[in-house]
């Protein structure tokens, strides 16, 4: 028998049922910022690298500093949820909001796909896990879609045409420019210089 003590520790086994939304914002702990609903299952997502949240960070504060100064939309950063779906909820590492679509910004969430989504990966990604989130960016309609792998030190941008991804890989010595947040581009290593 199951002591009360180890069934509080194991929360989510409860692989049987599709959780919602609702069933995710209910039984993950508040501002804990280590879970994500992919699919109807929570998933929790490992603690990130120094190198992770050095580019997290940088990237962040140079995207903000650029929409804020261009006045184009708000740039965030995890953890902050992000609603797909009743069954998909993402916290991508950053994210851009076009000025002509403040109103997905929500009181506790965003409602619906952001233009921009980018991804920086850790030890602790699946190849499902990143296939999942680039299908369902792709399904809901996330313009630009940047995955950023620090160990290969490449970024591939992935852009919706037609409703498919189209993708370019850039090496971190090499200039990546933005469509979803026009006018911006960034060279990722000297982001970390």
């Given at each position: 028998?199951?002591?009360?003590?180890?069934?509080?520790?194991?929360?989510?086994?409860?692989?049987?049922?599709?959780?919602?939304?609702?069933?995710?914002?209910?039984?993950?702990?508040?501002?804990?910022?280590?879970?994500?609903?992919?699919?109807?299952?929570?998933?929790?997502?490992?603690?990130?690298?120094?190198?992770?949240?050095?580019?997290?960070?940088?990237?962040?504060?140079?995207?903000?500093?650029?929409?804020?100064?261009?006045?184009?939309?708000?740039?965030?950063?995890?953890?902050?949820?992000?609603l797909f779906?009743?069954?998909?909820t993402f916290?991508?590492?950053?994210?851009?909001?076009?000025?002509?679509?403040?109103?997905?910004?929500?009181?506790?969430?965003?409602?619906?796909?952001?233009?921009?989504?980018?991804?920086?990966?850790?030890?602790?990604?699946?190849?499902?896990?990143?296939?999942?989130?680039?299908?369902?960016?792709?399904?809901?309609?996330?313009?630009?879609y940047w995955?950023?792998?620090?160990?290969?030190?490449?970024?591939?941008?992935?852009?919706?045409?037609?409703?498919?991804?189209?993708?370019?890989?850039?090496?971190?010595?090499?200039?990546?420019?933005?469509?979803?947040?026009?006018?911006?581009?960034?060279?990722?290593?000297?982001?970390?210089?």
């Open positions: 028998m199951i002591s009360q003590a180890t069934a509080a520790a194991r929360p989510f086994k409860t692989k049987k049922k599709r959780l919602t939304y609702e069933d995710y914002a209910r039984l993950t702990p508040p501002d804990s910022g280590n879970y994500e609903l992919h699919n109807g299952q929570i998933i929790h997502m490992p603690s990130p690298t120094p190198l992770h949240q050095d580019m997290v960070g940088e990237l962040y504060s140079h995207m903000k500093a650029y929409a804020k100064a261009n006045k184009l939309g708000k740039v965030y950063i995890a953890p902050l949820d992000t779906d009743q069954f998909n916290q991508p590492d950053v994210l851009f909001i076009s000025k002509e679509r403040l109103e997905i910004i929500g009181d506790k969430k965003i409602e619906a796909a952001p233009d921009l989504v980018v991804e920086v990966l850790s030890g602790g990604n699946t190849r499902k896990e990143m296939l999942h989130k680039k299908q369902t960016y792709e399904t809901f309609g996330v313009r630009e995955l950023i792998d620090l160990k290969k030190e490449t970024v591939t941008q992935y852009l919706l045409q037609e409703g498919e991804f189209k993708s370019t890989r850039f090496s971190f010595d090499e200039e990546t420019v933005s469509v979803a947040l026009p006018g911006y581009k960034v060279c990722l290593k000297k982001v970390l210089d």
